[in-house]
């Protein structure tokens, strides 16, 4: 009899444990990228915690090709697969903010052996407070387009290079590093004014 409490104490106690949460919150009319390029794939329960559909893709990094898409209904959480090559994507088509939580799960901390050791992610929004379109280049991740006085959240690793594409040109305007904060908002104009006065 004791042995078997003990059995039920034990799968109580591993079906228990709560898996370590990152939470993002989604601008309207935005997307988030999640990508952890030292993996060979990610297996990652996703929450929507909002009162709104979340849309989700896959995406593959190098041709930026669509693999998969679904939509994830309020209150629901799902598991997603990738395979190497392949990252992550949140859409909010609403006027409202959209709450999502996500963590990896065991399958994915098996790191590619001749990977290097991962760095830290930093989820952090970059602002357009001006009424020109500014488009961005992030090297292997995204190059996305800020509209006037627009907010896109992005989730980047320490070391990330965000250029200013400026006519043609690439114009490195910020290297992700410890100092920015969880959550900090960029103004992208001031990161390019600065960059340019450089020269």
């Keep these: 009899m004791k042995k078997l409490f003990f059995f039920f104490l034990m799968v109580s106690f591993a079906f228990g444990q709560k898996l370590d949460r990152s939470v993002l919150i989604i601008p309207p ?3 988030v990228q999640i990508n952890y390029p030292n993996y060979k794939g990610l297996n990652i329960k996703i929450w929507n915690e909002s009162r709104l559909v979340i849309n989700v893709f896959t995406r593959n990094k190098l041709t ?3 693999q998969k898409s679904f939509e994830l209904k309020k209150k629901r959480d ?3 697969e990738t395979k190497n090559g392949i990252y992550l994507q949140f859409e909010n088509r609403y006027l409202s903010p959209i709450k999502v939580a996500y963590a990896l799960r065991e399958k994915s901390l098996r790191k590619n052996k001749f990977s290097k050791p991962l760095t830290f ?3 952090f929004y970059l602002e357009n407070n001006t009424a020109q379109n500014l ?3 992030i090297p292997g991740v995204m190059n996305p387009k800020l509209n006037p006085f627009s907010r896109s959240g992005v989730d980047l690793t320490n070391g990330q290079k965000i250029y ?3 006519k043609g040109r690439k114009v490195l305007i910020l290297t992700v ?3 920015i904060r969880h959550g900090s908002r960029i103004d992208v104009a001031n990161l390019i004014e600065k960059a340019l006065n450089k020269e």
């Design 164 to 166: 200013f594409d400026l």
């Design 135 to 137: 488009q961005l280049y």
């Design 177 to 179: 590093n410890e100092s």
């Design 78 to 80: 799902t598991l997603v």
């Design 121 to 123: 992610q930093r989820a």
């Design 64 to 66: 930026d090709s669509l």
């Design 29 to 31: 009319k935005q997307l």
